[in-house]
């Protein structure tokens, strides 16, 4: 892989990885009004919306049809039950530790990719999900405002997590043939069809909702949803899954910060080791690079 193709998949994946920690931060405050589902269905349906507005824009190709199934995966699990999953899971647990249990996920992943896409186990991936899983924990440990164990917030936290990691290695051989901006929207939509039973509930708390928890919600649809997610496929088709997904550990000392200055949360000194241990991971992940696949072409630009 090229230099400043290399540079670039790592630009974009950081953008979404700073606001896919803000949403967590969203996730908490808009909560307050918006149930789950309600708040699932409305982050979708503004994020569709916007993809679908660029994809006409620039004449973007429709994914070809021996994709739909994966596709349909997609847009089931992570745009519609990860999102279901981790609202009602902020709703039973903070999120410094919801950061750390969802991040689990770049484990799970860096498994199944190591089987499933082939990419291996090299040794510098190994070690760096073993120091930056090291990091959550703390982060987790030192920010949780209650204990996780077996409680439905935990639970559901993996459940998140689980729908991630299998998510990303279905998208990555999608993302060979379609743009990322593509994949994202068609499954953006599903996850937003999926979500419609919400529909009565939504028009009901929209009525009775905070015009901040309004706003939150707008900003996930339009953010972390639409601009993080389209960016996330860009950098997915030009490099490792297993490598990238380990960039998500800094998800959680991200949304520690954001907490403390949105919020006035202030985590424990304690949090700021676990934030250290997930630099540290990420940079060893880092020297981690993408097989070269004989017959493979280059994923077109999102």
């Known amino acids: 892989m090229p230099r400043s193709a290399n540079t670039s998949a790592l630009g974009a994946a950081l953008v979404a990885i700073v606001l896919w920690a803000s949403a967590f931060v969203g996730i908490r405050a808009a909560g307050e009004d918006l149930s789950p589902g309600a708040l699932s269905l409305l982050r979708l349906l503004i994020g569709a919306a916007l993809l679908g507005a660029v994809v006409v824009a620039r004449g973007e190709r429709m994914p070809p049809r021996r994709d739909l199934p994966g596709l349909l995966v997609c847009g089931l699990l992570w745009f519609g039950v990860y999102n279901v999953a981790l609202n009602e899971a902020e709703r039973r647990v903070d999120a410094g530790t919801a950061a750390m249990l969802v991040n ?54 993996v459940v998140a997590a689980l729908a991630y990691a299998i998510t990303m290695v279905v998208q990555k051989p999608i993302l060979e043939r379609s743009s990322g901006l593509v994949v994202t929207w068609v499954a953006c939509s599903v996850g937003a069809v999926a979500c419609l039973p919400f529909a009565p509930t939504l028009v009901g708390e929209l009525g009775r909702a905070d015009g901040g928890a309004i706003a939150w919600a707008v900003y996930l649809g339009v953010f972390p949803t639409a601009v993080g997610f389209t960016f996330w496929a860009y950098a997915l088709a030009r490099t490792s899954a297993g490598g990238l997904g380990a960039l998500t550990y800094l998800v ?10 949105l919020l006035g949360e202030s985590p424990p000194a304690l949090a700021f080791l676990g934030g250290a241990l997930c630099l540290a991971g990420v940079m060893v992940t880092r020297g981690v690079r993408a097989p070269r696949r004989r017959g493979s072409r280059r994923a077109p630009r999102a």
């Open 252 to 261: 959680p000392p991200i949304a520690i910060f954001m907490g403390w200055a």
């Open 104 to 157: 689990i996920a770049p484990v799970l992943l860096a498994a199944i990719a190591g089987v499933v896409l082939r990419e291996g186990f090299p040794r510098s991936l190994v070690l760096g999900c073993v120091v930056a899983l090291a990091g959550t924990t703390i982060i987790g440990l030192a920010t949780s405002d209650e204990g996780v164990e077996a409680g439905w917030g935990a639970v559901l936290c």
